[in-house]
């Protein structure tokens, strides 16, 4: 594992690319050697700007094998960001795949980051990788989650974190079902990178690579499964909504196993995509970045979707306690009893070495070997967990707790609603109440007041939705996720529904 001649077969759909275990480990081994000429030194940090091709894989390969570690950017990211991450990381070298504005390649070298080209290291004389330079407590992977115009939040993984995750997932979930592996999420965070992709193909598996979310992509979902025997692929809610109701299924029967994660998955949509694709075996998979992505999940056998359903820990324990206080870990503090909410904790050998550069924020989420996650769940009389959601996301209506994906799962099981999110509004008297924003079908008065009788159908009146606004698009961040704040942000530069005259 980590060695190039070990990995499996690399290939992208779309382009006809293929590149063999064999091809895998020549392009590691020129890669490696171009780099260490160009300077690149064990524990140097390098960004790579570029993701989601045969290249990248081989440099993050070839990273490892220098002793570097390795830093993926989204791809979308602007030479301000850019720049702003490769400071705070303080970047030996910034890997592009052909040429780099002029203006971010000068400011990266006046700090100190040279620009480097992949399409030229893969045209370097071919030379073997040798043996890794890297010890088991180097840093490997920086993820950056936020702050990319500011304030950076970086994860830092070392080697020894991302084997623990590794192995415990060939432990949890064997090999057999990720014997080709389909890849449609960015190579930029943990859920695409170390999961999806890192986990089947390091240990021999194929991996077929797409570009991240693109329409074309998703429409053509179905043949892309059915013409390369796909057998296992992983995604998240927003890419499901889209395929369930635009692409056609597969046909051939090959795909086995599905993971659904990095957003909540109503029962609904579970319901959806196991009729989609023709199998049962369709699993929300629980991670966190910091966790090295996905930590538990519902492999428990037959079962019927439930909102907020995880299932159990893979490789990792579960504790769910009544204080959400750092101080007071599990052990510490007091227990949730069975079915009861609280703070939702994870103890795991993969847990991050901690944030860069911020003992601050490490020290805020970790004691005693265990990550308070910032999500709120219960553990039921079976061991199961399942989630609520974000403690961040909680709305306060007037003292009681109104959870937004709560009403999301209901919301999105009318007919006709395409996307949603659920965020808080300033109110006058509860001092928060309850915002959804729309992307349907139909807006006309009509569906609206079908739409809001089966709200108050299904949710008590403290969660019923009181501004409504109708969007063309919600935008998402690269990794598929709803920004609340940002859509809220959004939707007070609209108007909202007149719920008062519609109703009236």
Known sequence: MLLAPLTGALAEPLTGRRWEPGDVAREVGRRAAYYRARGIRPGERVLLGYGNRLEFFADL????????????????????????????????????????????????????????????????????????????????????????????????????????????????????????????????????LICNALFPWLFGQELFILPPFTADAVMRLGSILDEHAITFMSSVPAVWRLAVKMAKPPRTGKLERIFVGSAPLSAHLWSEVRRWSGTRDVANAYGITETGSWVAGTTIGDFEPEDGLVGVGWGAAVAVTKEGNVDAPPGVGEPCATGESGYVWLQTPALMRGYLDRDDLTAACIRAGWFLTGDLGFIDDRGYLYLRGRIRDEINRGGAKVYPADIEAVAERFPGVNDLCCFPVDDPHYGQNVGLALVMDDGSPATLKELHAWLRRHLGEHQMPVQWFLLETLPRTSRGKINRDHIADVCRGQTPVDLRRLLA
């Not at 030379?127 to 330079?133: K, N």
């Not at 950056?144 to 939040?153: A, E, I, L, R, V």
């Open 61 to 192: 390969l070839a990273l490892w094998n220098t002793g570097a570690c390795a830093i993926p950017l989204d791809a979308r990211l602007t030479p301000f960001e850019i720049e702003t991450l490769a400071r705070a990381a303080r970047g030996r070298a910034f890997i592009a795949m052909g040429d780099v504005d002029a203006a971010l390649a000068r400011a990266l070298e006046a700090q100190g980051t040279m620009v480097l080209d992949a399409a030229e290291a893969g045209a370097a004389p071919t030379a073997a990788a040798g043996p890794g330079a890297f010890a088991l407590e180097d840093e490997a992977l920086i993820l950056f989650t936020s702050g990319t115009t500011g304030n950076p939040k970086g994860v830092v993984h070392t080697h020894r974190t991302l084997r623990a995750r590794w192995l415990g997932l060939r432990q949890s979930l064997g090999l057999e079902k990720y014997r080709r592996t389909l890849c449609l999420l960015p190579t930029h965070f943990g859920h695409g």
